[in-house]
């Protein structure tokens, strides 16, 4: 309330915790207003932050992010996305204006396909999966994509 700047953002933080060599046990996931997918035996699960920001103005200074745990296991997929990828707009000559938001329903199968492909080749694939669905049209916001599996 004090404040002179409306800075703030949306955020997301894993932690691993790691019972001993180099397995991971579990991930531990706190967002806000991101989420976190994760992608097992090729099925991609979300787990939503939580509906507040970091830093506004309205932003609550006391909010205290909920810890969601996620066991891991061996081949499993985590992916953190700022909303920029989700919300990019393409040409699309379905929709009543000629363009469409790229939408979480596509970001979950894009994840959902690559998920049998090596980690080397699935930043390739994201990146071209952008490029080519918002073909000519302006990129509309910071697209930040974030992925790892044990």
Same mark, same amino acid.
């Given at each position: 309330?004090d404040?002179? &700047? =409306?800075?703030?953002?949306?955020a997301?933080?894993?932690? !691993?915790?790691? @019972?001993? $060599? ?36 309205? &932003? =609550? ?8 745990? !996620?066991?891991? @296991?061996? $081949? ?36 959902a ?38």
């Open positions: 309330a404040a002179t &700047s =409306d800075d703030g953002l949306d997301a933080i894993c932690f !691993i915790e790691t @019972e001993g $060599g180099q397995d991971a046990s579990r991930v531990i996931f706190a967002g806000a207003k991101l989420p976190l997918f994760y992608v097992r035996n090729r099925e991609v699960h979300v787990i939503k932050g939580d509906r507040q920001s970091i830093g506004y103005k309205h &932003s =609550d200074p006391d909010f205290e992010f909920t810890n969601h745990t !996620i066991p891991a @296991e061996r $081949g499993m997929s985590f992916y953190l996305s700022t909303d920029g990828f989700w919300d990019q707009l393409g040409e699309d000559g379905r929709s009543r204006h000629g363009v469409r938001i790229f939408g979480k329903k596509r970001f979950k199968k894009m994840l396909e690559i998920s049998d492909s090596p980690y080397e080749l699935r930043q390739e694939m994201i990146v071209e999966a952008l490029e080519t669905y918002k073909g000519e049209m302006e990129r509309q916001d910071d697209v930040t994509v974030v992925g790892f599996g044990f």
